[in-house]
């Protein structure tokens, strides 16, 4: 039921278009799903799974939210891209931070929302959202100070985000930062959460943290801070 290698994903050097589109229609449809409070069906021995009974009732949400601003706060009037920012705008303290908001998703509910929303929360700081996948930054070369990338490079290929990250660079001005959480593969919370996602919608693929780390390396990107979280490995990255 889970994917256990980079064979399993959709990246773009590996597969084709078409493939990619799929993947990308798959998680955008998990999500829109989500937002929309659709009910999800599953088979029994999932729903007596305790993660998804967590999942139910919110207790999950804890342990699988990446505090990013706990190793990378956005600050003063800096210009912040958040890619794949499902509603963060709403729920995450921007206007405490004062920084400049730029969202892309993928989810056209999340972002319907932020777009309807977000301005009437503080016009002055959310710049808007953009419908569109994680690797289409369509954006000033360096227009942004600090880019954010949690919750969904779990459900693609290492080779896919590694475009990202490639993407990403240009859009940040020297010396710019990536802040982004990959799921560890050996805790044990990692397959479960996996086979309960599968069943939402969206595979999760399963890599090992030394292949981000590669990936990382082979874009000229530095680690500069890690966080270990109960089920993500959140990395901060320092862009020459």
């Not at 309807?116 to 929360?121: D, N």
């Not at 490639?166 to 996996?194: H, I, Q, R, T, Y």
Request: hydrophobic share 40%; glycine share 8%.
């Amino acid at each position: 039921m889970t994917r256990l290698s980079n064979a399993s994903g959709f990246g773009l050097q590996n597969f084709s278009t078409e493939a990619l589109e799929e993947q990308l229609a798959a998680v955008a449809l998990r999500f829109n799903r989500q937002y929309r409070g659709d009910a999800f069906e599953v088979p029994p021995e999932v729903e007596e799974m305790p993660i998804f009974r967590q999942w139910m009732s919110g207790e999950l949400t804890p342990k699988i939210t990446s505090e990013f601003w706990q190793v990378c706060k956005p600050k003063k009037g800096q210009k912040c891209l958040d890619i794949g920012c499902g509603v963060s705008f709403l729920i995450y303290p921007w206007r405490e931070w004062d920084a400049f908001f730029y969202g892309q998703e993928i989810s056209k509910e999340a972002s319907d929302a932020l777009n309807s929303r977000g301005p009437q929360l503080n016009s002055k700081l959310f710049k808007g959202v953009k419908l569109e996948p994680a690797h289409q930054l369509d954006y000033e070369p360096g227009q942004f100070d600090l880019a954010i990338a949690t919750g969904w490079s779990c459900y693609f290929s290492v080779d896919y985000c590694q475009q990202v990250m490639a993407a990403v660079k240009s859009v940040l001005k020297p010396g710019g930062m990536l802040v982004f959480d990959v799921l560890n593969p050996e805790v044990e919370l990692a397959e479960n959460w996996a086979i309960l996602e599968t069943y939402l919608g969206a595979e999760v693929a399963l890599e090992p943290l030394q292949e981000w780390e590669k990936a990382i390396r082979a874009v000229g990107a530095k680690v500069v801070k890690k966080r270990e979280g109960e089920l993500f490995h959140l990395y901060v990255v320092k862009y020459p």
